[in-house]
């Protein structure tokens, strides 16, 4: 009996291919773009989670808590010390959070099983918080934030990308 077999499914590292997924409409034009964002997710993660019975989301943060992390985050890019911005746990951790909530979020908006890292891609390169990610990214790193709390707020696989 071999102790290794061979399938015909392939999962493919897709990093570098953002998901094809629709954004919901903005529900509040007044709010900052990216949490207006994650407040028009909230369905589809609720769905998601509905279905699945599950989620990632919680580590720092819960559904309910992913808007007022990421106004942190766009507290950071206008110039608040990290420190002084609100995060209930350091910002890499914080991320984490967010990352999840997006990557479920995309679950409930596509017709298929993504590719691996798909979604993660269209978080960063695709959203309004994606872009402010990267953005907090550089304003902890311009700040002097210690390394792990502003070289892990984005994945690496991600870090060179241009956010669209």
Known sequence: ?????????VIADEAGAPLACPLPP????????AIDEVLAL???????????????VGRVVDADGVAEAVSAFARVVDGTPWEEAG???PPNEVALDVRAYYEESALALVDHVPAARAA??????ETETGRLL???QAALRDAGAPFPVWFYVVPV???GASPG
């Open 120 to 125: 993660e891609a269209w978080l960063y390169r």
């Open 157 to 159: 696989s991600q870090q």
């Open 134 to 136: 990267h953005r907090a």
């Open 1 to 9: 009996m071999p102790v290794l077999e061979d399938y015909p499914e």
């Open 26 to 33: 903005r529900i509040d034009a007044s709010a900052h773009p």
């Open 87 to 89: 995060f209930p746990a």
């Open 42 to 56: 909230r369905p589809a993660w609720d769905r998601t989670r509905s279905a699945t019975g599950r989620t990632m």
